[in-house]
């Protein structure tokens, strides 16, 4: 079972940036797509970006332009470049793959004032 563990969440104001790590245990963390989740209070969770095994990302249309989602297969970790924030960002911040979901890790705050 694949272990994941999100960091670098945090408080910043509005136009700050963050860089978000997902690191993942396990053989199989790099053949798969893996996406940036998010859930804000009493929101749904959203699929914010996913990056696939050969590296062709996606975002959320809201997060395009100022969000970059990257990888590194050799150190099983994923990246979320966030930049421009904006208080609509506030979240708590997951990784996991496309379907079949994982466990869920314990997430990172991202926390965005105004």
């Known amino acids: 079972q694949v272990q994941l563990v999100e960091s670098g969440g945090g408080l910043v104001q509005a136009g700050g940036s963050l860089r978000l790590s997902c690191a993942a245990s396990?053989?199989?963390?790099?053949?798969?797509?893996i996406c940036w989740y998010r859930q804000a209070p009493e929101k749904q969770r959203e699929l914010v970006a996913s990056?696939?095994?050969?590296?062709?990302?996606n975002y959320l249309d809201s997060v395009k332009g100022r969000f970059t989602i990257s990888r590194d297969n050799a150190k099983n970790t994923v990246f979320l470049q966030m930049n421009s924030l904006e208080p609509e960002d506030t979240a708590v911040y997951y990784c996991?793959?496309?379907?079949?979901?994982?466990?869920w890790g314990q997430g990172t705050q991202v926390t965005v004032s105004s």
């Open positions: 396990g053989n199989t963390f790099r053949l798969n797509t």
């Open positions: 990056i696939t095994s050969g590296g062709s990302t």
């Open positions: 996991n793959r496309e379907k079949y979901y994982w466990r």
